[in-house]
């Protein structure tokens, strides 16, 4: 998790028991502070993204501050205790450690991240907590970043004497024999008689023996196990021989080592950097290595021959969707697969330092390997997971990230690693200066494999043609540059579909949902507009929006002026009619639980769930009796009435002298929602009590915002008068057989473009339209200047690019995100790219000797279904030398239509060249022969 710089961290803030302004200026001293003094072992807290909200806009940090005025922010009331529940997974812990956070939170929407000494500050104010603290670790090997550890390694310890659990919270950056002190004294053991092993997935893997190591090298995972042995009598309780050096172990293992390797032809290649079990991989043109079964839990000593299969999937290691699609689109490329099949041992380059060492590439090829193999249904690709958080240190943990950006990482690692040219030569960038485009481009793709040359250069990059113009002096500068991807611009979309349920305050319809379109950075004054419009919303009356969560009121968005970017797609969002003097009524929110059936009388004080959505309506103020609570409860809950379930009250009505509420005349609804007075109904003694006082009788009890404290109702009992009175009612199967309470279930979520969901209206955008936006000419930004070599001045000169040349391996980036300072946005717009028959010729401006072809078919695509603050990535894949199409969803791999692949989820395209052998050798013959030099 990276540690907020300045302007991110002032855009959430905290706050001090002075004025606003005073409040938020020393917030700010003690930041910079912080900030100018970073090490590794400072502590920062985790807040709750809500509450830091809510502080931000009270103290004028409010990102959208131009649809407010001064006059409203003076309104804001102070935020109240800070409140860090909902970010806990475990709310207490006994053995004293520190508290666990929910699993997938994402900084700047979950939660935020404060210094020290801001959490100090916001305490001594506020009060409330949990504390949250996490350290702050050092990162990286070729560049090392300060970053706090949101979520240490929480390693569940079995001991094998009693198959016992402990959990224990350590960080990655922590030694194994830290791990083994913490343990060995939780337990009370000699060091010396007690051994580790990684039990991932129940499965002896291998024991923890290299005492200096962090937790990162054995690639344990968050959450995982790890199991403890102890010597007895100096026997350990497994089949295995030790000899004891020092701190260490000498080991004869059970099983290979999963994380070496060996090429034929070239050394043993471990992950740990030790030479393991290694097994000859090729013989001949195939490969065999040792397998684990379908269950993945024992290996297989028969290595077995590739078939072709490739329909391995990928375990989840907790948030990794983003990781299994980028990978399962690579390792179902055609050349990267036939490349790592083979001997690369001799290409790997250990010596560049804009590499890794070699260690990125044999740990993606000994994972397609594995990908390869057959007697696999799934597995955990934990030492690539480590190679790549050890490297790419914003990769780390266990937040989403973007599949493109791990491509674009992988494929720009892979190619340094395997990079040909050990020395590379320097090379002076100059413009075309008048040279012709076909002398100078060839020069300039000659230059570059002079220092760039691998199987990823050869396969996925091509070259384009960039023309700068100045706007004063015409002065004409091109250059010919490689790129590895096109990211293509999607038409950008100004509006919102969002749905909200609106419910009536007095009782008088049933519960709807509305559907409106809304600007994209509107706020909820806007919302309340469209659906006061679509709901017909009378001039007696207003709405009142609150976001619905775990069967609560978690918040009123009374704020008119509150962004929409706020609202979550996922989240539940409700709207009530209201009088539109509810400011001087009473409000009174109403939540509901199912009884226990077992009970005779009711139980207030019996914790159980809550269910269903709660109700809001408003009475008055003057004399707030039990009988006016019941009244206005049976009044809401009035068209929920079963036809026949309960007798016609058209012959009683409520007055307000004997303490009643709003009057339920001739409310029984029949199967079409009309209106009935039937009176074919059988009662009981209790139904006709109830028909005497014209309400069914109802289990109410006062509550908190939590429907924790229950005190029971009575019609005869005076309610002192507050600003809310929550009320919980119970639910027995009774209340089910007279209401249908359907109607308070599954609310439908503010947007759901629903997984996999395929876009009907066809026509929508198409690819071709994408890369015609790409490439036309347009001026640069205004942050963006270009520097005219004849004017000596930063110009906003205008830019036009051309395709030059392709390669065999054509990627597209569809670049649904857009990031700005205060708006995050995805882009669901469906694009309509080819499957087959992906013909380029058009835009490719290089026109050599001999015949080309520029037509391609797609064979992979990473998807990413959901908004920003979540969402999920798959794969779709074809297999090599077949046309049949798969689903890859982590571990899961099913087959899928080809009509069935295009969607509007699709985020990165793959396409391969279609060419025969005699087309190729002539575009690389003609490549290699223009290559002179102007």
Not at 330 to 354: A, G, Q
Not at 521 to 526: E, L, P, T, V
Not at 556 to 564: D, G, H, R, T, V
Not at 699 to 726: H, M, N, Y
Request: with cysteine; net charge negative; proline share 5%.
């Amino acid at each position: 998790m990276t540690i907020p710089n300045s302007e991110n961290f002032l855009s959430g803030g905290s706050s001090v028991p002075c004025t606003p302004e005073e409040e938020k200026e020393i917030v700010l001293e003690l930041t910079r502070a912080a900030e100018a003094n970073q090490k590794e072992g400072d502590l920062y807290y985790v807040v709750s993204q809500r509450w830091w909200r809510d502080w931000q806009e009270y103290v004028g940090f409010d990102r959208f501050r131009e649809h407010s005025s001064k006059g409203h922010l003076s309104i804001l009331s102070r935020p109240g205790r800070i409140d860090n529940s909902k970010l806990v997974l475990n709310r207490t812990d006994t053995e004293g450690n520190e508290l666990d956070l929910q699993r997938h939170l994402q900084e700047g929407e979950d939660y935020t991240l404060v210094p020290h000494e801001v959490w100090k500050k916001l305490l001594e104010w506020y009060k409330g907590g949990p504390e949250l603290p996490r350290k702050v670790i050092s990162e990286g090997v070729i560049v090392k970043e300060l970053r706090v550890e949101v979520y240490p390694l929480c390693l569940k310890i079995i001991d094998a004497r009693d198959d016992s659990q402990r959990t224990i919270r350590i960080s990655r950056k922590a030694s194994v024999g830290e791990l083994y002190k913490i343990v060995c004294a939780l337990l009370e053991l000699e060091q010396s008689k007690a051994r580790i092993w990684d039990y991932y997935e129940k499965s002896k893997n291998y024991i923890l023996t290299n005492f200096d190591q962090t937790l990162e090298d054995p690639q344990l995972q968050v959450d995982q196990e790890i199991l403890l042995e102890v010597q007895r009598d100096g026997i350990w309780p497994s089949n295995f021989n030790t000899n004891p050096t020092g701190n260490e172990y000498a080991l004869v293992p059970l099983e290979p080592s999963r994380s070496s390797i060996t090429i034929a032809g070239g050394p043993t290649l471990s992950n740990n950097n030790s030479t393991g079990f290694g097994t000859h991989l090729l013989q001949g043109n195939s490969f065999s290595l040792p397998l684990r079964d379908a269950d993945g839990d024992g290996i297989l000593n028969n290595g077995s021959k590739v078939d072709g299969r490739g329909l391995t999937g990928l375990h989840n290691l907790g948030n990794t969707c983003f990781m299994n699609s980028a990978i399962q689109c690579l390792v179902h490329t055609p050349p990267v697969v036939e490349y790592f099949l083979k001997d690369y041992s001799d290409e790997i380059n250990e010596e560049n330092p804009l590499g890794m060492q070699g260690e990125l590439a044999i740990a993606f090829g000994e994972l397609l390997r594995k990908l390869w193999s057959s007697g696999w249904t799934s597995i955990a690709p934990r030492a690539f997971k480590a190679k790549l958080a050890r490297f790419a240190p914003q990769f780390s943990g266990y937040n989403q990230h973007d599949s493109q950006e791990l491509l674009a990482f992988l494929l720009d690692g892979l190619h340094e690693d395997l990079n040909r040219v050990r020395k590379k030569p320097y090379i002076e960038a100059r413009d075309a200066d008048g040279c012709p485009d076909q002398e100078f481009a060839d020069e300039c793709w000659k230059n570059h494999k002079a220092r760039n040359d691998s199987v990823i250069v050869d396969v996925c990059q091509g070259q384009y043609k960039s023309t700068l113009v100045c706007p004063v002096c015409s002065k004409v500068s091109v250059t010919f540059d490689p790129f590895m991807y096109l990211s293509l611009p999607l038409p950008s979309t100004v509006t919102r579909m969002m749905t909200v349920t609106i419910f009536s305050g007095d009782g008088s319809s049933l519960p709807m949902p509305f559907t409106v379109t809304l600007p994209k950075n509107g706020c909820c004054k806007d919302l309340i507009r469209a659906l006061s419009t679509s709901c017909c919303l009378k001039s007696s009356e207003a709405l009142l929006l609150a976001e619905v969560y775990d069967h609560r009121i978690y918040r009123y968005l009374e704020n008119p002026f509150e962004s929409l970017s706020s609202i979550k797609d996922e989240e539940h969002i409700v709207a009530y009619r209201v009088p539109i003097t509810h400011d001087k009524l009473l409000r009174l929110e109403i939540m509901h639980r199912r009884t226990n059936k077992f009970l005779s009388e009711p139980q207030f004080n019996v914790l159980r769930k809550l269910i269903g959505t709660p109700l809001v309506t408003y009475i008055s103020k003057d004399s707030v009796t039990g009988a006016n609570i019941h009244a206005a409860v049976s009044a809401v809950l009035a068209p929920l009435l079963r036809a026949k379930a309960f007798p016609p009250m058209n012959q009683v009505k409520f007055s307000k002298e004997n303490g009643g509420g709003p009057s339920l005349d001739s409310i029984v609804l029949t199967d079409d929602g009309t209106c009935s007075s039937d009176k074919d109904i059988s009662t009981s003694n209790m139904e006709l009590e109830e028909r005497a006082n014209g309400l069914p009788s109802l289990q109410l009890a006062l509550t908190d915002e939590k429907g924790v404290s229950r005190t029971f109702i009575d019609t005869d009992c005076s309610v002192f008068p507050v600003s809310c009175i929550r009320v919980l009612m119970d639910w027995s199967d009774r209340e089910h057989e007279l209401y249908d309470f359907s109607f308070l279930e599954d609310l439908p979520e503010v947007f759901k473009s629903g997984f996999m969901l395929k876009k009907t209206r066809q026509e929508a955008v198409t690819l071709f339209s994408c890369l015609e936006t790409f490439l036309k000419e347009e001026p640069l930004g205004p942050d963006d200047m270009w520097y005219c070599p004849s004017c000596k001045e930063h110009r906003q000169a205008t830019k036009k690019l051309d395709l030059w040349r392709l390669p065999k391996i054509l990627v597209v980036h569809l670049k649904r995100f857009s990031y700005s300072r205060f708006l995050k946005n995805k882009l669901d717009t469906f694009v309509n790219f080819p499957v087959h028959n992906l013909d380029l010729s058009k835009y490719v401006k290089h026109r050599a000797v001999g015949p080309h072809s520029y037509v391609y078919e797609l064979y992979a695509i990473s998807n990413h279904y959901g908004g920003l603050g979540g969402g999920h990535y798959s794969a779709y894949a074809t297999l090599i030398e077949e046309d049949s199409w798969y689903h890859f969803a982590d571990s899961h791999v099913s087959p899928v239509n080809e009509d069935e692949i295009k969607t509007s989820a699709a985020y990165v395209l793959f396409y391969r060249r279609v060419k025969d052998d005699s087309k190729m050798s002539v575009e690389e013959t003609s490549s290699s022969t223009n290559s002179t030099s102007c």
